[in-house]
């Protein structure tokens, strides 16, 4: 029997940590592909790191393999400015609706306060 090769870290040693066609990234769910199908051939240029979705739909060919290299190839670059464009409004919003929530709980305790103070007062007898 031949040694073991570890493909995995091939793969994620080649290509990084995420998978090629979504960019999923947890690191413990991806799994290695093997382009030609032949598990004995580890050369980096037949793995390929995917997601278990995309993995099973490259299985059936719902992703085609040209598919799969071209984006296994292409530079990785992220362009914060395209995810992060509304972030500036929502945070703001986050942050009114914070303010609004700790308003009215204050105003909450403080009636809560002033109503428990009003029910220990002294009653006065005359007599």
């Known amino acids: 029997m031949g040694k073991r090769i570890n493909y995995r870290k091939i793969a994620f040693g080649a290509y990084g940590p995420l998978c ?8 413990s769910v991806l799994e290695v ?3 030609d199908c032949n598990r004995e051939n580890n050369d980096p240029k037949n793995l390929i790191v995917l997601c278990p979705n995309c993995h099973k739909m490259h299985d059936l060919d719902l992703i085609s393999t040209e ?4 984006m296994r190839d292409r530079p990785k670059i992220v362009k914060w400015s395209k995810r992060m ?7 703001a919003l986050t942050r009114k609706h914070s303010a ?4 009215a709980a204050a105003t909450r305790k403080r009636n809560r306060d002033s109503n428990a103070n009003e029910s220990f007062l002294p009653i ?3 007599g």
């Open 20 to 27: 090629a066609h979504c960019g999923f990234g947890i690191p």
């Open 33 to 35: 592909a093997h382009i």
């Open 67 to 70: 598919t799969i290299l071209q």
């Open 85 to 91: 464009k509304d972030a500036g409004k929502k945070a």
């Open 100 to 103: 609004a929530g700790r308003k």
């Open 124 to 126: 006065e007898v005359h």
